[in-house]
């Protein structure tokens, strides 16, 4: 098994430009998320979704947008990236809210110049 | 809203130094509280999960506490080494969101 697979590891940016963070579990789970991980600022919660077809907004989603179409997929899309949203970028994945520990993909390191 | 909050920021110690390191929540009504280690530029992994019907859960020289009650738990790391050099993060699991974590505990093992 590959866990939570995170693409790309770094990727730049110009503001304004708009790209998808793609992240991908092969653990058949149901609950994936989507962290910003900033100095000082620990790790903030964007997107979740509790299974496919259904998403739901965390503590700081503006900027971003997510679908689930597929119980393995959860891509992250930044509209008009800004430098605001430099960052460092985590997928999660477990199979409910409840039971299970959560695992984590390496990271996406995002740079917007 | 669920707040987690990690003390110390941070810690350095000898080797060989058993150590603690505290997380209090302030919400009680948890699922569970996972805990994990990061090492610099890399991602995160689980060390250890406490549902909450749980009072504690050892692996290896790990054992972490859970005290719901007061909102607290702790990450007890015997006989410290170089290697368990990192920042350790808590988390919990409650309500219908994900996890929320503290900002971690960074660790130096000093040999």
């Known amino acids: 098994n590959a866990g939570v697979t995170q693409t790309p590891k770094f990727q730049v940016l110009k503001t304004g430009q708009s790209m998808t963070l793609q992240c991908a579990q092969d653990m058949n789970h149901e609950y994936m998320s989507w962290y910003r991980q900033d100095p000082g600022m620990g790790l903030r919660l964007i997107h979740y979704?509790?299974?496919?077809?259904?998403?739901d907004q965390g503590e700081v989603p503006n900027g971003y947008n997510v679908s689930r179409s597929t119980t393995e997929d959860f891509p992250l899309r930044l509209l008009s990236a800004a430098p605001s949203q430099t960052s460092v970028y985590f997928c999660a994945s477990s199979w409910d809210r409840t039971n299970t520990e959560a695992f984590f993909g390496q990271g996406t390191r995002l740079t917007v110049v | 809203k669920q707040e987690v909050t990690q003390i110390p920021a941070a810690l350095s110690v000898p080797e060989g130094e058993n150590l603690v390191l505290n997380c209090s929540f302030t919400?009680?009504?948890?699922?569970?509280l996972q805990w994990f280690r990061q090492d610099p530029g890399k991602g995160l992994t689980s060390l250890l999960l406490?549902?909450?019907?749980?009072r504690e859960q050892t692996s290896g020289r790990l054992n972490a506490s859970l005290d719901k009650s007061s909102g607290r738990s702790t990450l007890y790391i015997a006989a410290s080494q170089p290697g368990d050099s990192a920042t350790y993060l808590c988390?919990?699991?409650?309500?219908?969101?994900?996890?929320?974590f503290g900002k971690g505990t960074r660790l130096s093992v000093i040999a």
């Open positions: 406490i549902q909450s019907s749980q």
């Open positions: 979704s509790v299974g496919a077809g259904i998403t």
């Open positions: 919400d009680s009504a948890i699922y569970n």
């Open positions: 988390a919990v699991f409650s309500g219908n969101t994900p996890l929320v």
